[in-house]
Every structure is written in C-alpha cells, then in structure tokens.
C-alpha cells in the first residue's frame, strides 16, 4: 500500500508511504490517488495530504520514468491524477515535511493550501534529468508565485529551501514537524466549522478562469442565497449578536 488513508467524518488524511523510496511517485501510487479522488468525489470531504517518515514525496518513480515512452507522455500519468486531486469539491490541503521534488512539488501545486516545516525543500529538477515539468508546475506554478519567480524556478531546477519557499508564497506557513499534522487539523476544523456548500462553490470559484468572473460568483451566490443553511447561520449569527 503506497498510500494510507484515515477516513473521518468531515475529513480525509491521506499519507504517502514508500519509505523505501523517499515516498516517490509510481504508478501504484497514481492508481491510489484516483481511488481515493473517486471517493471524495463520491462523498466530499476535505483532504489532508502528507508524506510519511519526514518526506513528503523526493519525485516521480525514476526507475519508471526512464522507461516510459512518447505514448505514455502523452497519456498524462501524472497529469491526469494531479488535476483530479485540484478539482476535487473540497478543499486539498498539502502537508509538507522534508522533500517536495518533481512530481512530489506538482502533486503539492494542486493542493489548495500548503503548509511545511524548516525542513521544507520543494522544486523541479526534470531538466537535469532530460524531461520538463509537465504535471501541472508549468501552468500551475506562475498561478502561484508568478511568472518571474515559476521561470526561474522551472529554468534551472534549483531547489527552494523553507524560507525562501514562505517568502514566495509557495507555503503559507511554516510549522515544526511534530506539529505539522496539528496544524493541518486546525486548518480543517476552520473549514468544517463553515456550511459545505458554501465552501465547494467558493473553491469552484477560485478555480474558473478569469473570463468566467463575476458570472460564476453571481449564479453561485443566487444558489446559497436560497439555501436552508444560510437563512440558519445568518439567523444564528443575529440572534448572537442581540444575546450580547
């Protein structure tokens, strides 16, 4: 089993575990990711994403990089399962402790929210090793930190230490490993602790193209406008307010 998953009520933690392999990122790994997408997708909860034994993924599968051909790149193996993860209904929250390379940074990229540790490193060696980024850190990475700073990283494959990554805003924030999952949880519970739909439909709107605003706001917003839970919490929040 590449990938552990602890299933809760209002949440799923889910860990990479090859320790034998720094947690990269074979094909056994992608086929896990999609059944555990399929059960969010199926019932959506927010997703805590980390790597077990102080990594969170070094890479792709090396070994199986090298043998894979024109066809297989073309198939987007990693691609495909990195855009499931970004657009599954809840929101990804990456946890990352140690080494985040290659496909390990672009399965972080399609998180929603990062959080690491000072042992943080997280960058894109591909062209050292005669192949590119492409699942997701192209495309993805110049959303997050900007064109500048995604072409230098993606360039020349330097790898960003936790400061520095914190200083991009590649994390949010940066915690000490034993607190790294506490944190991770904290974060959780602020979602849980909001009505679901509220928040899938703000995720759905951060995630539409510039083109598609204020369109998609005005049409999500009507829909939680007529909904139950919304005339609850707002009647909730007044009755508070006139209790103080």
Same mark, same amino acid.
């Not at 090859?18 to 990711?33: G, H, M, S, W, Y």
């Not at 059944?35 to 909860?45: F, H, M, V």
């Not at 009505?195 to 049409?219: F, M, S, V, Y």
């Given at each position: @089993?590449?990938?552990?998953? !602890?299933?809760?009520?209002?949440?799923?933690?889910?860990?990479?575990?090859?320790?034998?392999?720094?947690?990269?990122?074979?094909?056994?790994?992608?086929?896990?990711?999609?059944?555990?997408?399929?059960?969010?997708? !199926?019932?959506?909860?927010?997703?805590?994403?980390?790597?077990? %034994?102080?990594?969170?993924?070094?890479?792709?599968?090396?070994?199986? $990089?090298?043998?894979?051909?024109?066809?297989?790149?073309?198939?987007?193996?990693?691609? %495909?399962?990195?855009?499931?993860? =970004?657009?599954?209904? @809840?929101?990804?929250? &990456? &946890?990352?402790?140690?080494?985040?390379?290659? *496909?390990?940074? /672009?399965?972080?990229?399609?998180?929603?929210?990062?959080? *690491?540790?000072? &042992? $943080?490193?997280?960058?894109?060696?591909?062209?050292?090793? *005669?192949? @590119?980024?492409?699942?997701?850190?192209?495309?993805?990475?110049?959303?997050?930190?900007?064109?500048?700073?995604?072409?230098?990283?993606?360039?020349?494959?330097?790898?960003?230490?936790?400061?520095?990554? $914190?200083?991009?805003?590649?994390? +949010?924030?940066?915690?000490?490993?034993?607190?790294?999952?506490?944190?991770?949880?904290?974060?959780?519970?602020?979602?849980?602790?909001?009505?679901?739909?509220?928040?899938?439909?703000?995720?759905?709107? $951060?995630?539409?193209? =510039? &083109?598609?605003?204020?369109?998609?706001?005005?049409?999500?917003?009507?829909?939680?406008? !007529? +909904?139950? /839970?919304?005339?609850?919490? @707002?009647?909730?929040?007044?009755?508070?307010?006139?209790?103080?």
């Amino acid at each position: @089993m590449t990938v552990r998953v !602890e299933e809760r009520a209002d949440r799923v933690v889910a860990t990479l575990d090859r320790p034998e392999k720094r947690n990269a990122i074979d094909q056994e790994t992608i086929d896990a990711l999609h059944d555990l997408c399929a059960l969010l997708e !199926e019932n959506p909860r927010t997703l805590i994403l980390t790597g077990a %034994t102080g990594v969170f993924a070094a890479g792709a599968d090396i070994a199986q $990089l090298r043998e894979r051909t024109a066809d297989d790149a073309r198939r987007g193996i990693n691609a %495909t399962a990195f855009i499931r993860v =970004r657009e599954l209904p @809840m929101p990804v929250i &990456a &946890a990352i402790d140690g080494y985040a390379l290659g *496909g390990g940074a /672009e399965l972080a990229y399609a998180a929603d929210i990062r959080i *690491g540790t000072p &042992a $943080l490193r997280i960058g894109n060696p591909e062209t050292g090793l *005669g192949i @590119m980024a492409a699942a997701g850190a192209a495309w993805r990475l110049p959303e997050i930190v900007g064109e500048a700073r995604a072409s230098e990283l993606l360039l020349t494959g330097r790898t960003l230490d936790a400061d520095e990554a $914190l200083a991009w805003g590649l994390v +949010s924030a940066l915690h000490h490993p034993d607190d790294l999952l506490t944190a991770a949880h904290a974060i959780a519970d602020r979602i849980a602790a909001n009505d679901p739909l509220a928040t899938q439909h703000t995720k759905r709107a $951060l995630r539409t193209p =510039r &083109a598609g605003h204020p369109a998609i706001e005005l049409e999500l917003q009507a829909e939680l406008f !007529e +909904s139950p /839970e919304k005339h609850r919490r @707002m009647t909730a929040f007044l009755e508070r307010r006139a209790a103080r």
